[in-house]
T-cell receptor
Framework: KNEVEQSPQNLTAQEGEFITINCSYSVGISALHWLQQHPGGGIVSLFMLSSGKKKHGRLIATINIQEKHSSLHITASHPRDSAVYICAVNYGTSGSRLTFGEGTQLTVNP | DVKVTQSSRYLVKRTGEKVFLECVQDMDHENMFWYRQDPGLGLRLIYFSYDVKMKEKGDIPEGYSVSREKKERFSLILESASTNQTSMYLC?????????????FGSGTRLTVV
């Protein structure tokens, strides 16, 4: 079964800390997505990766295709970063369908 | 700014009612998706559509149907609502192309069936 595993499930940090959320998947993918969901429900797409590394502001996403692993990093974390972060992948055989991890609840305290 | 718009943020319906959840996108995307999200279960695909009048079952289609008569609109129908369909429902769209294009999600509809 194609699965996406995220860790940790819950993460609490102090403002300013460097944060890492991990995602691993089981078989070959065509793309990996990092999504952000704030309380209230709407989901925002942060990154889409097929290789290497991407950076947007304080957010950095990396992917290691050989190890089937991706990380989302947040530098100089802020309370407004508090949200659920979700990893999702397009498996090669599933077309445009996404398979989702269960999400990581991040809380950043002032 | 590109958008996926869901018609309601919050909805309360009675058991047995027929419920329509509407989703409209303004990006001319071919693919549209309906997911439900439940604590501890994450996002699960109900149905998706890759073209007008085309639909495919997702992982949990039971108790649901969909309609896509126009490219920009994808409707989710609960034929006879039940309490176990109380959930957050999210619509999304994407262009064609395996994994090459990003997704845009709606704000979600929190449905309560009483």
């Amino acid at each position: 079964k194609n699965e996406v595993e995220q860790s940790p499930q819950n993460l609490t940090a102090q403002e300013g800390e460097f944060i890492t959320i991990n995602c691993s998947y089981s078989v070959g993918i065509s793309a990996l997505h990092w999504l952000q969901q704030h309380p209230g429900g709407g989901i925002v797409s942060l990154f889409m990766l097929s290789s290497g590394k991407k950076k947007h502001g304080r957010l950095i996403a990396t992917i290691n295709i050989q190890e089937k692993h991706s990380s989302l990093h947040i530098t100089a974390s802020h309370p407004r970063d508090s949200a659920v972060y979700i990893c999702a992948v397009n498996y090669g055989t599933s077309g445009s369908r996404l398979t989702f991890g269960e999400g990581t609840q991040l809380t950043v305290n002032p | 700014d590109v958008k996926v718009t869901q018609s309601s943020r919050y909805l309360v319906k009675r058991t047995g009612e027929k419920v329509f959840l509407e989703c409209v996108q303004d990006m001319d995307h071919e693919n549209m998706f309906w997911y439900r999200q439940d604590p501890g279960l994450g996002l699960r695909l109900i149905y998706f559509s890759y073209d007008v009048k085309m639909k495919e079952k997702g992982d949990i289609p039971e108790g649901y149907s969909v309609s896509r008569e126009k490219k920009e609109r994808f409707s989710l129908i609960l034929e006879s609502a039940s309490t176990n369909q109380t959930s957050m429902y999210l619509c999304a769209s994407s262009t064609q192309g395996v994994g090459l294009y990003g997704y845009t999600f709606g704000s979600g509809t929190r449905l309560t069936v009483v």
